[in-house]
Nanobody, 116 residues
Framework: QVQLVQSGGGLVQAGGSLTLACVSSRSISSIDSVAWYRQAPGSQRDLVARISDSGRTDYADAVKGRFTITRHEAKNTVYLQMNSLKPEDTAAYYC??????????WGQGTQVTVSS
């Protein structure tokens, strides 16, 4: 079993920055896929950014050029650096780990609120 613990959300003004962190209780292998999703009230959970098991990085069009996903394997941590935040980025953010075995794990979620 893997536990993912998130931190770093909060309230920020438009144009500001936040960094989310997701710490795994087990080591994150380079062949695991890691991702961040977000869910606004009344909406589905959407992919924000992902590092695939091949090392490819993908971003949702809405965040390209503003958000950066990284992983620090030695710290078992995945980060989401969010710059130039907009009110429409307001949502609950969830980290996601898909192990090479196919098992999928989610973080507890953290709220990001961007004021205009």
């Amino acid at each position: 079993q893997v536990q993912l613990v998130q931190s770093g959300g909060g309230l920020v003004q438009a144009g500001g920055s936040l960094t989310l962190a997701c710490v795994s209780s087990r080591s994150i292998s380079s062949i695991d896929s890691v991702a961040w999703y977000r869910q606004a009230p009344g909406s589905q959970r959407d992919l924000v950014a992902r590092i695939s098991d091949s090392g490819r990085t993908d971003y949702a069009d809405a965040v390209k050029g503003r958000f950066t996903i990284t992983r620090h394997e030695a710290k078992n941590t995945v980060y989401l650096q969010m710059n130039s935040l907009k009110p429409e980025d307001t949502a609950a953010y969830y980290c996601n780990l898909k192990r090479w075995s196919g098992a999928i794990y989610w973080g507890q979620g953290t709220q990001v609120t961007v004021s205009s």
